[in-house]
């Protein structure tokens, strides 16, 4: 698909049009026509878009579409994947392929030669299992039929080393330094058909040690690219956590950071007491439409006794770090039920217009997992993975299938209900004082006829200055045939002024 996609020399000289002549239905003849035009002038632009690519300094991290829809979407996929002969053989050839054309070319250093012999050698194997040979009688005969155990064994062999293989999370050495993750490959499967903690803690250690082996100092600004956005869009992911507490985790593709809020708030928690920077900027994408968020994560003071003196005295729990993000997320729609897309986000920003415009949506919780002080990286990987699974006894959205009765799914339902929007004023559980403080807020960008979410087909453009502590966020798009732009602006303040 790679060499197909970027190579003109292997398109046909010439698209067959004599097709569209033969359809008897009239929708049916005018797709054809439709794509053949799309797929000419995708052949004028290639062109193009292979010097820009080629004269420019690109970055790329995989999603979900390097392999399939849904990827690792969690634990029973990816066990019965896994453990399916074909499955795991897709599985690593997109990974192989994903080495060759992207990953190899952003970190060259992270793929020693130990990996590249084994990709070889897959190969090699793979190439000689797709050769046929002709009998006397013209027969097909497949070589699979042939091979000794000794050979699908070395072939199993190195599937599970392409599959274990851990370092597509890269830093690339760009001011301020940036951590691009791999929000696949990584993930920490709680139960088997919950959303999944999409960054374990061996990521979180490498992640560690690269970021400090690049030079980086603590203090300075960083740029975190992240596939799927770490502050998602407020309503959008409430009405999809809630359908998911109907009819399932893969249905509604519940795999944002903040499904699994343990997952979520360790990796604020590790960005914040591992590096303190000053300010982050997230790049994300993948949710198909287009949106710029200013966030906050505070982290209190530990021991309830503290906390309760200081309420005591009328101040507020004293706050031991504080981190501001800003979140430019980009991403164009999917090519189907476009009008359906369209109308879904034109809902939701009337809704965020009425009840939400100019209000900061909050948030606070127990670091119940992570000690008193949030995430310790001098904990073993042991000590951590037994901390979520205690902490983890019962997500309301996972109680579903069809092994679940109709009451226990109306059950998980209004818990899931009460947990997100009936708790105490400040959202804490019980009566504990809580050890963090999340909060977003959408910035509405200046343009023409500018929304706080764009439906429309988009690229995004960012621009940091570091003088200002400002970072700026451009959305091209295209309406009505005309490209148009839309500018938003987060301006971060001075750590001593910072109080909002």
Not at 228 to 235: A, I, K, L, M, Q
Request: contains cysteine; proline residues 4%.
């Amino acid at each position: 698909m790679y060499l197909v996609s970027w190579n003109p020399l292997m398109w046909p000289k010439e698209f067959d049009t004599y097709l569209s002549k033969i359809h008897d239905i009239i929708e049916s003849k005018q797709k054809y026509e439709t794509d053949l035009h799309e797929a000419e002038k995708s052949r004028t632009d290639l062109r193009k878009i292979r010097r820009l690519l080629a004269n420019v300094p690109t970055y790329m991290i995989c999603d979900d579409h390097e392999i399939t829809d849904d990827w690792n979407i969690d634990r029973k996929w990816r066990d019965s994947v896994r453990n399916s002969r074909i499955g795991s053989q897709i599985v690593a050839n997109g990974l192989v392929a994903y080495w060759a054309f992207q990953a190899w070319g952003n970190d060259p250093d992270s793929f020693d030669e130990g990996f590249i012999e084994t990709i070889q050698m897959y190969l090699d194997l793979k190439k000689q299992k797709s050769l046929f040979h002709f009998d006397k009688t013209s027969k097909v005969t497949n070589l699979d039929s042939d091979r000794g155990d000794n050979e699908i064994d070395r072939t199993k062999t190195m599937e599970n080393r392409i599959w274990e293989f851990k370092k597509w999370t890269y830093v690339a050495p760009t001011y301020p330094l940036s951590i691009v993750l791999d929000c696949r490959t990584q993930r920490e499967f709680v139960n088997p058909d919950g959303p999944p903690v999409l960054l374990n803690d061996v990521v979180l250690e490498y992640i560690r040690s690269k970021v400090y082996n690049s030079g980086y100092k603590q203090g300075d600004p960083l740029v975190i690219v992240s596939p799927t956005p770490v502050f998602g869009f407020e309503h959008a992911e409430s009405v999809q956590r809630f359908l998911t507490s109907i009819s399932g985790t893969y249905k509604w593709d519940l795999e944002t950071w903040r499904a699994n809020e343990t997952g979520f708030i360790k990796f604020l928690t590790f960005v914040s007491n591992t590096f303190s920077p000053d300010y982050c900027v997230i790049l994300s994408g993948d949710v198909h439409y287009a949106f710029t968020m200013k966030a906050r994560f505070d982290l209190f003071t530990a021991g309830d006794h503290t906390k309760q003196f200081a309420l005591d005295l009328g101040n507020d729990i004293p706050i031991i770090s504080s981190l501001s993000f800003a979140q430019l997320t980009a991403s164009p729609l999917r090519s189907n039920s476009l009008k359906k897309r369209k109308l879904a986000i034109m809902i939701l920003n009337l809704v965020h217009k009425i009840l939400l415009t100019r209000k900061t949506s909050k948030r606070m919780g127990i670091l119940d997992a992570y000690s008193d002080s949030g995430y310790n990286s001098n904990r073993t990987s042991k000590e951590l993975k037994e901390d979520i699974r205690s902490t983890i006894k019962n997500p309301n959205y996972s109680k579903h299938g069809k092994g679940v009765s109709f009451p226990t799914k109306i059950k998980t339902i209004f818990a899931s209900l009460i947990n997100r929007y009936l708790g105490n004023k400040e959202g804490r559980r019980a009566d504990r004082f809580p050890d963090w403080r999340e909060s977003r807020i959408l910035v509405t960008p200046k343009g023409r006829g500018t929304t706080p979410v764009l439906a429309n087909n988009n690229i995004g453009s960012v621009s940091l200055n570091l003088e200002s502590r400002t970072v700026e966020h451009t959305l091209f798009f295209l309406e009505s045939n005309e490209v148009r732009s839309s500018v938003a602006v987060i301006e971060f303040a001075d750590r001593e002024s910072d109080t909002g």
